[in-house]
């Protein structure tokens, strides 16, 4: 079992940053795939970035390509994902979401049901 706990979100103009984290507890960390999906109110959970056990693959959404950076530190069982340049399209639920390590092709990197493990989430909203 795998616990995951988000923190950072918060409310921030168009144009401002914000950087999320996930905390990690219960299950070695460096063994499990990370995974960032959102939801917006009235919309379906949509994929955000993913990273690799390692660190060393990343995989994004088109629309949030070049504008956020999915990272992780396995000593400190923590993923983060930094947000620049944020838009009102950007308000959502943020979720992180943990799969024990395994191959995956880049349309399973994307889906929720590849991860076996949600945080409660985290808010974002980007208003002016």
């Known amino acids: 079992q795998v616990q995951l706990v988000e923190s950072g979100g918060g409310s921030v103009q168009p144009g401002g940053s914000l950087r999320l984290s996930c905390a990690a507890s219960g299950r070695t960390f460096s063994r499990y795939d990370m995974g960032w999906f959102r939801q917006a109110p009235g919309k379906e959970r949509e994929f955000v970035a993913a990273?690799?056990?390692?660190?060393?693959?990343?995989y994004y959404a088109d629309s949030v390509k070049g504008r956020f950076t999915i990272s992780r530190d396995n000593a400190k069982n923590t993923m983060y994902l930094q947000m620049n340049s944020l838009k009102p399209d950007d308000t959502a639920v943020y979720y992180c979401?943990?799969?024990?390590?395994?191959?995956?092709?880049?349309?399973?990197?994307?889906?929720?049901?590849?991860?076996?493990?949600w945080g409660q989430g985290t808010q974002v909203t980007v208003s002016s």
């Open positions: 990273i690799n056990w390692s660190g060393d693959s990343t």
């Open positions: 979401a943990a799969d024990y390590y395994s191959p995956k092709s880049s349309r399973r990197w994307m889906r929720d049901d590849t991860y076996d493990y």
